[in-house]
Each structure stands twice: as C-alpha cells, then as structure tokens.
C-alpha cells in the first residue's frame, strides 16, 4: 500500500505541534461526528507497485487488440509516428497545468497556438479554439453559437454519425432548444426535404463530411440551402480528409467541427480524443473554450498567453455560453506534432492511401457479389449490403478468425473503413475471407 | 521561440509512409486551398517539441500549490498501464466479448467509486470536471421532467462558487440564484431558506467549500433543499480533503462529480484530457447517461438506462483517463485513500499555520486541504498585489498558487500543496513566501515588474484581447 | 476626473445625451471607465431591439471582467457605435466622444443626476 505521502510519523508529530492541534482528527472537526466513517471504506487494501502491475496487466490481457481493423464508425486506427508519442510523453508537459501563468507555459501557449494554425489551415478556417471534448461535443456546442431571439431551432442531416446526433440531442434537452433530423435519400442528405424544412426561426445546419456512411455530401448545395434560409452552415468534418476534399470554408462553411483523434491519437476503447473547433472572423467571440494568442511582453518579446477570456465561465459565468473549462489539450498537442510530423505531403499521401485502399476493398467485395448500398462518391468507409444479421455475423466471426476486425453493424448492411495501415495483402485476404462465406 | 512553421525549410520532412499498392483513387473534385504545414525534418521537429516542452512548468518541475486544482504527484506507474496496448489499441465499437478487460475496469473503477462517494451508479462518460457537472444537473433536470415537475426553474449556487457551477446551471436551461456567503464562507443559512421554494430545482455546492473550510451544517443545508422538493448536486472539486473520511453520499448529496485528474492522481496534461466520473443515488440511475457498463455472472457488457438523458460524448468517455484513477485507487485502497485525504488537509494546515504569522489569513483555520490568504492590508500599505506576489514567485522556479479567486476574498492566493508535498518543501517554500513578502515593504519595485527569470515577462494581455493574433500568418 | 455639466448621469455610471426629447445617445462615464480598467471588448446591442430604463442593454469587457452596461433610459436601440468594435479602447481614451448607442422613442427615464450631483455620488461610491 502507498499513497505517495512523504511524511513520517516524526514529521507528522512536529508539523501537528506548530499547527497546535493534537491529532490528524482534530483537523476534520468541523465534520458532523455523525457522518465521518467510522471503518473506513469498504475497499480492498492497497497494492504493491508489482500486484498493481499484475492486476492491471491481467485486465490488459483480457482484451483482444485486432491486428488489422476495419471498422471506424467514429474512431480510425492510423499510423501514429514514433516521435508523435515520444514528443508528448515528456513530463512537462503531460503534467502541467492549464496555462494561466503565461511566464512559465510558454511551451504549452505555443504548441496551442500552432495547434489552432494548423486546424485553420486544414478547415480555411479563420480561427480555431484550444479544443474540446471530442467531435460530438463541439458539433452540440455549435448550436449555442447559432442561436439568436429569433433564430431558435436546429437542424442536423440524418447521414451523422448517430452519436453525435444523440449527444446533440442531449445537449438540446438541457437548453431547451428544438433540434430537427433532416432525413438523408440513398445514403446522403436530402436536399429538397432540407429546402422544406428551413423555416424563418432556423438558426443552423450542421453536416457532417464524409457523413456517417462515408459519402460524400454536396456540402455546397447544401449550405447554399442553410444560408438562404438565413442559418448559419457547420460541418463536421474528418481531419484526414480534410487534406484532400474542399475545405469547409470553400464549400460555404460558417463553423467548422470534427474529431481529431485521426490526428496522431490510439482508438484507446473511446477516449481520449479531442474536438476541434473552427469559425470565421465574424463568429470568433462566439467560440466556446480557450484560445491562445501572440502577444508580446514588457521588453518587447513575442510570446503567448490565454486570450479573450472575457466569453468564459470563469468571468462570464451564468452568461457565459458554454460552462467549458478543461479541455483535451495534450490531445490537440499530440494533433500538433502528428500534423507537423506528416507535413502537407504526408496528410495528403496518408489521405490518398485512405480513399485508394477503400476504393480497393469495394471493388474487390463487389467482384465476389457485395453490393455497395449507396451509389455516390465516398472516401474511406463505405456500406456494403448484406440485410440478414446472421450473415453479417458470420462474415464478421469469419474475419475474426484471421484476426481482422471487420466493419460496423449498421442498418441492413455493415460500415467498412480502409486506412492507410492496411495493406493490398490483408485487404485480398479480407476479400478471400468474405467470399468462403457468401459462397458456403 | 521561432514557430514550428517558421523552422526548416521546404522540402524538409519524415519519412512516414509507403507508396501506394493499391490504384490510386481521384476525387471528382478535391482541395484546391493551399495546405501550409511544417516543413521540418525529424531532428528539427523533435528539437522544436524539446524546447517547447523546457518552457513549460509541470507537477514533476516543482512546487504547484494551485488552489482548487489539486496538483498532486501523478504516479508513473499510472501512465505505464493506460498504455499498454491491451488498452490503446482497442476500437469502441469492437465486440464486447473482446474487451472484457477494459469494461471489467470500468466497472471496478465505477463500483470502487462509488463507495468513495457514497453514491449507487457512476458512469465515466463525462470528459472533464464541467462536463460532469453538466451531466449532473441534468440527472437532476431530468428526474423533475419526468415527475411532471415543470415549476422548478432554479437552481441555486453560493456566490463563493467556482463560475463552471453557474454557467452549467444556464447552460441546462435553469435560472441562476446566488447565495451569499456567511463570514466563515460557508453557505448563509437563513439565506438559503429565503431562496428554496416550489422554483427550487436544486442546489450546486462545493464541500470543503472554495474557501477551504468543510461547511459544518451540510445536513441542514442539504436537508433545506430537500424540503423544498430540490436536489443537492455535489461539486467534487475538492473532494481530495475527504475522500474515505466522510461521503457526499452521506452529506445529504443525490449526485456528484469527481475529477479523476484531481482527486485520483490523473496528469493535467495542460489542461486536459481529465475525466469528470459523476455518481448518483440509486433513484437518479435511470436517468444517467448511456451506456453504463454492468455485470451479470462475470460477463461485462452494456446497458442503457431505462429513461436516460442520453449521451454526453463520444463512446464511453476519455477510458484511458480511467484506467490511470484505477490503477491509482487499486494502489491506495481502503486506507491510503484516507491517508491521502488527511496528509493533503495536515499539509495545508501546516503551511497555514508557517504563513499565518506574516500574511492575512482570508477565514481562521483549520482549514480543510487549501486555504485563502488575502492580500489586502499588504496591497493597501506597500501597493503590491497578489498578482505582484505570485510573479515574484516566478523567480523562485515556483508555481505560485491560485490568484484571485473565490471572487468573495479580495486580493486572493489560495494555496493547495496536496499530500505528496514533503515537509521540507513546505518549509523552503514557506521561507520563500515570507521573503516575497517582506520584499514587499523593501522593494516593491522589484515585484511591480516580476518576473524578471523567466522566457516571458508579463505579457501585454490587453493588447492580446484588442487585437486578436490567434493563428500564424502564411506569406501568400 | 471629467463630468461634462451638459450631459446627466444615472447611478449605473452611464451618461446621456439628449439629442432632442426623445432621442439621446448613452456611454459610460469617465469615473466608471478608470473602475474598469483597460476595456478590449464591447457586446454592441442590437439595433431595432427595445431598452428598459436600469435594465441590461449591453456588455463591456476588461481582460479579467465583464460588466454589464444598465440602459438609463427606456425606448429603442436606433443606432449603435460600431467604431468601437474596432476600437474598445475610445471607451478609456474620449468616454464622452464615445457613446455606445442611441437611443429613440424614448418613453421613460431612470432617475438621472446632473454632474454636479453624479461627480458627489462618484465620491461616496469610491
């Protein structure tokens, strides 16, 4: 048992005498005697560093890591470079604080700063925030900075991620706020029941690009909808992808949103990821969360610090717009030097490897007999048919066995990802695979 | 320090990837924005990182005494187990039976929590200390909604409240009541019984307080609110003074958040990622955000809440986050848990008690694991402010402590060593502080224009704000 | 310390100037700009939108506050100061050349001191 606690017996005893209390519970006597416990918690007893290591081990080792996925759905298996890890493993840094004092947190300013740089340049964004949780909530936290009086009412297309219309549901719930689904036609976004569902009180649109079935949308039309209508137009949009397709701020964007866990980071079962969040000149005091900005100090020096504070909880606090305070920031870090590391060719090969690969696997699963349920362009995830669940199933158990984790269950078929890790090899085997099946 | 961008030179890069084997793919229409990333080579880029990293301060460079913040040592063993790859390298959505493990750590890290906090379900979806909050009251918001209750508009907060308390407040939809503070910070009873009524949604509250001191009518006041209909949400925020020593669940609280990256040992990171665990009685568990993990006959899987508010992010909050808490709490256990709590409340204590003789103390000890100094007479009689005194500390290679808050204390340092700070740390930096201060009367010139040993020098703020610079320029 | 003797004053420290009976312009005073400090930000209101005299029209921030600019006159918002978008800083520099917004139709006033008396006030406050 330990609990880093440095102090001995003796030490305990002097620093209790020049308090002037006689005992360790003397401290808690404001505490009502009543409620202290009186046994302690019901907890096992503390572990050796060695038992602690066993026993999380032992639970490491009940999980099964698949050599080759082929799932994404919301969370990529990239290639993280090797300096990524060994750059923001270092102590300073993952052990810091928020940076409030911008004397000694330059480093963290910096990479922050260079962090909402890149996020600019891969949206053509103006300005981009610190981060935020993940690409759910900063696509739910888009809607408070839409909303007006008159504006009110949401609308998200029915081709997003479905946890993120859930999380966007969730956080209308609290607000109040009506939030509509706009229904999607052959795997994309309905732009005629779009047109008819604006009314004059809609305060946004929010797509997402490559949407959930990894189509991509005509994000032009569509916001040229939003915004005749009068709403803002916010999409949601894949980092990777993002090196390859229009930028948001090209196809008409007001808001730009994703999750960067692409960027650099593991799948880790969900977390931690990170949200990033980028806007116009015209929306930048509307951003919710930190945002760093060059300034200069006393003696003339470039430097950073935390920046229009003034829309933040902390100052702001029932008026303020979103209650966020910590953010991901070694998540949006690690974004950083992954970016740095792949530079624009390496975004744009990883990319191009992404989108060949799932074209591959397509065509190849379309040769033994898949169809692909929708028909328009998409990036690295498709939907290949396959309506009875015992057959999914059993493609599924079959891929497993070669130890490939293949697509995401999804509504009469199932969601395939392709990244740049896989190769041409695994992804014949995976057709091989595949085929047996449909064809026993 | 040059940007990243503005190091190595076109055509400098790594060598990451391979070429393509498979027919490369064109989009009918792709990108045609310039894309400005670095052009660094690895060794540039690694050099850059490194000495980014030598201008930051972090737990392991020295003294952190953040009020609120709870800086406390984060154990290395912690961060080997959340990267094993048996953890990293699992996919959210890969089948349940393949990840037993990690579910299985969920739900010990959930079952072990929640005897901490005396509370019957916890999920670990929440990211961040505000986020837990969020999803709190709207445990809360929800268990009014569902009972046709659709009078109760208010949630009340002290005005000694950290400001995340309010703003989650409107952020689900509720107006904000403001209580004030007795003179011992505490919350005024006679004020809070003015306050409930058939409005009363409930109450956010932080015990020990923002001030440091452990509110010792918390049964009344909980007892107040519940009278009145409302519930009582418990802002873990300080949680570290009295975990195994006393429960929020027994304080009359119905939910809680804790930040793991507080009270158990998780790193900061900057500024995230942490973890907000929230924690409810069994009557708001219906309501909590899906999916929960739960076990029947040694299997683990999920279950969504029959009435749940739904989610708050992305699968099942930041788990690696967790897996470092629950390797911190399976080395604590039953009674380093309670070891900790009461070393973190000696170590305040006790650096109070050295300060005391020199500085104004904001409310008379024992304090809980933080106190309040208040800088005012020091402020009126040499014109050096806390702010002053904190960047002076900026020359002794200390971080100085939390400036200016709760908002109730003027001219505020509120000071937290938490348990892993020795006694001979204590005594140094206690010395230090005693010197700042007499400095104050000697030359306060000198601590007008602190610091002086730093990359950076105060930073011209105003200007910052004024005219935003918030990303680099590329040369068109 | 400047209060102008031509304009009047509420206890919120904003100034009015009357620009016919039903018309005036409103700003912060000298007194509230110096509590204030350096101000980087101003929330302009929205023209067309109705003020309540002692209610919130609008907000101004420092780099560490907000603080909440209180319409001392009830009517509606007819222009706004959009030269302080770009330059909050006219708010510490000329607080009586920069107002913030005008006000028309104005039906109703809070109770306004003339400098003589705000400039007392000021004193008591401080």
């Not at chain 2, 039976?97 to 379900?121: C, N, P, R, S």
């Not at chain 3, 907000?66 to 001392?72: A, C, E, K, L």
Request: proline share 5%.
């Amino acid at each position: 048992m330990g609990s880093y606690v440095p102090t001995t017996a003796a030490e305990r005893e002097q620093m209790l005498s020049k308090i002037g209390v006689e005992s360790m519970e003397e401290l808690y006597a404001a505490v009502p005697r009543e409620m202290l416990l009186q046994d302690g918690l019901d907890l096992p007893a503390g572990l050796s560093e060695l038992e602690v290591r066993e026993r999380m081990t032992a639970l490491a080792e009940k999980n099964r890591v698949f050599r080759t996925v082929l799932r994404g759905a919301g969370s990529y298996r990239h290639f993280i470079p090797a300096v990524v890890k060994s750059v923001t493993s270092r102590e300073e840094l993952v052990t810091c604080y928020t940076p409030y004092q911008a004397e000694i947190s330059q480093g963290v300013l910096q990479g922050t700063f260079e962090f909402q740089t890149m996020i600019c340049e891969l949206t053509g964004m103006d300005v981009a925030n610190a981060s935020h949780y993940d690409g759910a909530t900063a696509a739910a936290e888009t809607i408070p900075m839409c909303k007006d009086r008159k504006r009110t009412v949401a609308y998200v297309s029915a081709a997003t991620n479905p946890q993120v219309i859930e999380v966007m549901k969730t956080y209308c719930f609290a607000s109040n706020t009506e939030l509509h689904v706009v229904p999607a036609k052959d795997g994309r976004t309905d732009a005629e029941a779009l047109k008819a569902a604006l009314g004059a009180d809609a305060a946004c649109f929010y797509l997402q690009q490559p949407n959930f079935f990894g189509q991509i949308e005509d994000a032009a039309l569509l916001g040229e909808i939003a915004h005749a209508a009068g709403a803002k137009f916010v999409m949601g949009v894949n980092p990777i992808a993002c090196a390859l397709l229009p930028t948001p701020r090209e196809l008409g964007a007001d808001i730009a949103v994703g999750d960067g866990q692409p960027l650099g980071l593991d799948t880790a079962f969900g977390g931690p990821y990170l949200g990033f969040m980028a806007t116009t000149g015209a929306l930048m005091r509307k951003l919710p969360g930190r945002i760093v900005g060059q300034t200069k100090d006393v003696d003339g020096k470039t430097g950073y610090v935390l920046t229009l504070s003034a829309r933040e909880q902390h100052i702001r606090r029932e008026k303020a717009s979103s209650n966020i305070c910590s953010n991901q920031a070694l998540c949006a870090f690690t974004a950083g030097v992954y970016l740095a590391a792949m530079g624009e060719a390496g975004m744009k090969q990883c990319a191009r490897l992404c989108i060949s690969k799932a074209h591959y696997l397509a065509a190849g699963l379309e040769k033994i007999g898949c169809r692909l349920k929708y028909s328009g362009e998409f990036f690295h995830e498709f939907v290949t048919e396959t309506a009875c669940p015992d057959c999914r199933r059993r493609i599924l158990d079959a891929l497993a066995e070669k130890d490939i984790l293949g697509g995401a269950e999804v509504d009469g078929g199932i969601l395939w990802c392709v990244t740049e890790l896989v190769s041409k090899e695994k992804l014949d085997e995976t057709i091989a695979t595949v085929k047996e099946v449909l064809h026993a | 320090m040059k940007l990243i961008f503005e190091q190595g030179a076109e055509g400098h890069c790594l060598h990451l990837l391979p070429a393509c084997d498979v027919p490369e793919y064109q989009l009918s229409a792709e990108r045609t924005a310039p894309l400005h990333l670095p052009h660094v080579s690895e060794n540039e880029l690694t050099r850059h990182y490194t000495a980014l990293c030598r201008q930051i301060h972090g737990v392991n460079d020295g003294f952190y005494p953040l009020g609120s913040c709870t800086m406390k040592y984060n154990p290395k063993i912690d961060e080997e187990m959340a990267s094993l790859p048996g953890f990293t390298k699992l996919h959210p959505l890969q089948p349940e039976e393949t990840a037993q493990g990690a579910l299985e750590a969920l739900h010990i890290l959930g079952t072990e929590l929640g005897e901490v906090f005396g509370m019957d379900a916890v999920t670990f979806q929440p990211a961040a200390g505000a986020h837990g909050e969020f999803t709190g009251v709207l445990l809360i918001k929800a268990y009014h909604t569902d009972r046709g209750d659709t009078a109760r508009t208010k949630i009340i907060v002290p005005d000694s409240a950290h400001g995340t308390n309010p703003a989650t407040a409107a952020m689900c939809g509720y107006q904000v009541v403001n209580i004030a503070s007795n003179d011992k910070g505490g919350v005024d009873l006679d004020a809070l019984r003015a306050a409930v009524g058939p409005d009363t949604a409930g109450l956010m509250l932080t015990n020990p307080n923002t001030v440091g001191l452990f509110d010792p009518n918390i049964l009344e006041i909980t007892k107040i609110v519940h009278n009145a209909g409302g519930l009582c949400y418990y802002d873990g925020a300080n949680l570290n003074a009295v975990m195994g020593v006393v429960r929020p669940g027994d304080m009359g609280f119905d939910c809680i958040h804790s930040n793991l990256h507080k009270t158990f040992a998780t790193p900061h990171g900057g500024g995230g990622p942490g973890a907000g665990a929230v924690g409810c009685k069994a009557f708001l568990r219906k309501y909590m955000p899906g999916p929960l993990v739960v076990e029947q006959s040694g299997k683990f899987g999920f279950e969504y809440p029959e009435k749940s508010i739904g989610r708050v992010k992305l699968f099942y909050g930041n788990f690696t986050v967790c897996v470092k808490a629950l390797t911190y709490v399976c080395t604590l256990g039953k009674e380093g848990i309670s070891e900790a709590a009461k070393n973190a409340v000696l170590n305040a204590n006790y650096m109070m008690a050295c300060l005391k003789e020199k500085f104004d103390m904001a409310y008379d000890g024992p304090c809980m694991h933080e106190f309040v100094m208040s800088l005012t007479r020091l402020h009126h009689e040499t014109g050096v402010s806390a702010l002053d005194i904190a960047k002076g500390m900026l020359d002794f290679d200390l971080h100085p402590p939390t400036m200016y808050f709760p908002l109730i204390v003027h001219e505020a340092l509120m000071v937290e060593p938490c348990e892993t700070e020795s006694k001979q740390l204590m005594d140094e930096v206690c010395g230090i502080y005693c010197r700042l201060y007499d400095m104050a009367y000697t030359d306060p010139g000198a601590l007008h224009t602190a610091p002086h040993t730093t990359p950076v020098r105060r930073l011209d703020e105003v200007g910052a704000a004024r005219n935003p610079v918030l990303r680099y320029r590329f040369e068109a | 310390m400047n209060f102008p003797a031509e304009l009047k004053y509420s206890r919120d420290h904003e100034w009015v100037k009357m620009l016919d009976d039903t018309t005036a312009l409103v700003g912060i005073s000298d007194f509230a700009q110096s509590e204030l400090g350096d101000l980087v930000y101003v929330n302009l209101p929205v023209a067309g939108d109705d003020v309540v005299a002692g209610e919130t029209a609008c907000d101004v921030e420092s780099v560490k506050a907000v603080s909440d600019v209180m319409s001392p006159v009830s009517g509606r918002i007819a222009e706004v100061n959009e030269a302080l978008d770009d330059a909050p800083e006219l708010l510490n520099s000329d607080p009586y050349g920069a107002w913030i917004f005008k006000v028309e139709d104005i039906t109703d006033f809070a109770e306004l001191l003339d400098a003589e008396d705000y400039e007392a006030f000021t004193k008591e406050e401080h």
